[in-house]
């Protein structure tokens, strides 16, 4: 159909020629004349001419349309010769997909790169932000104790600005050991590295190698610092970034041998196994029990910590094995016997933390009761108490048959471990008070420690032989401790004594032990507090000169605090107020005295604070002049606060 058309517009282009030059010819009018001129004649010819003209004209224009028609027919005429039914058309599907794509991906180009062009070459300078700068760390989240990891630290300055002064710093984890770094750091830390300036899309990476300590189940942190300035800037910026880290499992396994049942009283072995252990760990791992009062460890092997009690160092141990043997006290429990072993570590030979919990067992054991019931009993106390130098113990030994069958050939020892020196013990063995007339035995444990044994059988109490069913056997003594008077107490090391209560006996024909559990004795200081008053008359009034006195010898002390309450009509007398040492406080309005004293060694062992004041006028109501004096202190050398009091000033009852 478009075909036709066109073929009609050409036609009838030709048609408006012709008819253009039609017009043109009827334009001219011809006009009869009688005579005939030249000009005439010429008029005639150039008329002629024009018509000839405008036939020919018509013919080519004719000629022109048949050669169209021709070409056109050769164009769109069948195979055959035939036209084709230009009324109907059908419109194929071109196959455009190919160049639309080419034409999406030209223009995602073209896009890319006026955006690259806008950022990177027109983007100012100036224009700075703190998104822009990026640092990471990176690196296993989940690790076993005592592996070697790497963490990679990134950094990058991801914008067009240039920064300065770049410096990364690292805190690593508590339980961290560094072992090497992929660049040598700044500082003796080694834990930052000046990066100087970073240019714009700048960036690097840093890889730590290091061990990762820690108790079994924890985390810990990884934290990483960018500290930078940007340029145009005056103030320093920072980014941070951190890594949770978990310290999932240990390579060592723990594993504790004892007997799940034992009889009240006696002993009981744990044989303590660890397995996995390189020699390079021996040194820093050890093995622990938990503190139960109800258990007392009376041997082991190896010897424990020299520091911390309850504890062997697998270093010393044979073979990765420790052997502890000690007695439970059914007195002290609710109902069966528990305690924990735990197996503890460190990063390295400080042992700066109290060490990480790699492994832990729990032990329990049935506890039997016994048919004979035992107790000792020292300055009214069966449990742990604290003493002082010169301090007498005054114990008490109790035994029961609470069984059906009687007790025969019993016999009992009460056992004291307590520091020494040169080979004499801190206890006054030479004044003991023994009505029952013990048996007395010393032996030497070590440098610094001494054991004295006191022994009771049949022939010191008869009625040792045999103990029937609801028989109470009990037996006295008092022991003293050595006071500065007699011996000189600083050459005295240890400050703890231990007492325990071992008894034999035969049933059914079968020897049979048990054992209390060990009373521990810390012997503090022996601090004295010494009051003194000196009382002036004059007139109804009384001016009174009180000084108050404190020895020390044995050990060091720390934090002295004494006060006290003055009380009645009084005038305080700053003047008179003389300080040995620290600092004396009055509060007037409360009449409150207080002397603090930071420490007090025993190369300084006298301290004297002298005050006073007048009692202007009397109450016949009063009695009490100043209340007791407080007095406390920590003992430097066991930690145990020390609280005394001493004596108040009494007014005359006159």
Not at 529 to 540: A, F, I, K, T
């Amino acid at each position: 159909m478009k075909i036709n058309n066109f073929i009609m517009s050409k036609k009838n282009d030709i048609k408006k020629d012709d008819q253009d030059l039609s017009t043109e010819i009827n334009d001219h009018k011809f006009i009869k004349k009688e005579i005939f001129s030249d000009e005439k004649i010429n008029d005639k010819k150039k008329l002629n001419k024009k018509i000839e003209k405008k036939n020919n004209k018509k013919n080519l224009v004719s000629e022109h349309e048949k050669d169209i028609d021709k070409k056109l027919m050769e164009i769109y005429e069948n195979a055959d010769g035939s036209m084709p039914d230009m009324t109907h058309f059908q419109k194929k599907k071109r196959t455009s997909f190919i160049r639309s794509l080419f034409v999406l991906l030209f223009a995602c180009l073209f896009l890319a790169g006026v955006a690259w062009f806008g950022f990177f070459v027109l983007q100012p300078k100036s224009n700075f932000s703190e998104n822009g700068v990026i640092v990471s760390v990176s690196g296993e989240d989940k690790v076993e104790i005592g592996e070697v990891q790497r963490y990679r630290v990134r950094y990058r300055n991801a914008q067009n600005v240039n920064l300065t002064n770049v410096l990364l710093q690292i805190r690593y984890p508590e339980g961290f050991v560094l072992t090497d770094t992929s660049r040598t750091p700044s500082n003796d830390a080694k834990d930052e590295w000046i990066l100087g300036d970073m240019e714009g899309q700048d960036s690097g990476y840093i890889d730590i190698y290091g061990k990762l300590y820690g108790t079994v189940g924890e985390q810990q942190s990884f934290r990483v610092f960018l500290n930078y300035m940007a340029e145009n800037f005056s103030s320093e910026f920072q980014k941070a970034h951190s890594l949770i880290i978990d310290t999932a499992e240990a390579p060592f396994n723990l594993v504790v041998e004892a007997p799940d049942k034992i009889v009240s009283g006696s002993e009981v072995e744990l044989v303590i196994f660890v397995d996995n252990v390189t020699a390079e760990d021996l040194e820093n791992l050890a093995v622990e029990i938990e503190g139960n009062a109800s258990f007392s460890i009376r041997n082991s092997q190896p010897k424990p910590d020299q520091f911390v009690e309850n504890r062997w160092n697998l270093v010393d141990a044979t073979e990765n094995k420790i052997v502890v043997s000690g007695i439970f006290d059914s007195n002290l429990l609710d109902k069966d016997g528990n305690f924990v072993v735990k197996l503890i570590g460190w990063k390295d030979d400080n042992r700066a933390v109290d060490g990480y919990v790699y492994d832990s067992q729990e032990y329990v054991v049935k506890i039997l009761e016994t048919d004979l019931v035992t107790n000792l009993v020292i300055n009214g106390s069966s449990s742990n108490l604290t003493v002082q130098p010169g301090e007498t113990l005054n114990g008490t030994v109790v035994i029961r048959n609470a069984g059906e069958i009687p007790l025969k050939n019993l016999v009992a020892r009460v056992i004291f471990d307590a520091p020494s020196f040169e080979k004499k013990s801190i206890l006054n063995w030479s004044e003991i008070n023994n009505p029952q007339d013990a048996d007395i035995f010393g032996e030497q444990l070590s440098v610094e420690k001494r054991r004295g044994i006191l022994t009771w059988d049949k022939n010191q109490i008869l009625d040792l032989r045999q103990i029937d069913p609801a028989e109470e056997i009990i037996a006295d003594f008092s022991l003293p401790i050595k006071s500065a008077e007699v011996d000189e107490l600083t050459d005295y090391v240890g400050s703890q004594i231990e007492a325990t209560l071992e008894l034999k006996y035969e049933l059914d024909g079968e020897n049979k032990t048990i054992s209390s559990a060990p009373i521990v004795m810390v012997i503090n200081s022996d601090v004295d507090l010494e009051v003194r008053d000196e009382v002036v008359y004059e007139g109804e009034a009384e001016k009174h000169s009180i000084t108050w006195i404190l020895t020390n010898s044995f050990h060091e002390l720390n934090n002295i605090k004494l006060e006290a309450d003055i009380y009645g009509d009084i005038e305080w007398h700053d003047d008179e107020l003389v300080v040995g040492a620290g600092e004396v406080t009055y509060d007037e309005q409360k009449k409150k005295l207080i002397w603090n004293i930071e420490s007090m060694p025993t190369a300084l062992d006298i301290l004297a604070l002298q005050f006073g004041f007048t009692l202007k006028s009397q109450n016949p109501t009063q009695t009490n002049l100043t209340s007791k004096v407080i007095f406390e202190a920590i003992d430097a050398i066991t930690g145990e606060q020390i609280l005394m009091t001493g004596k108040e000033i009494l007014l005359n009852a006159e």
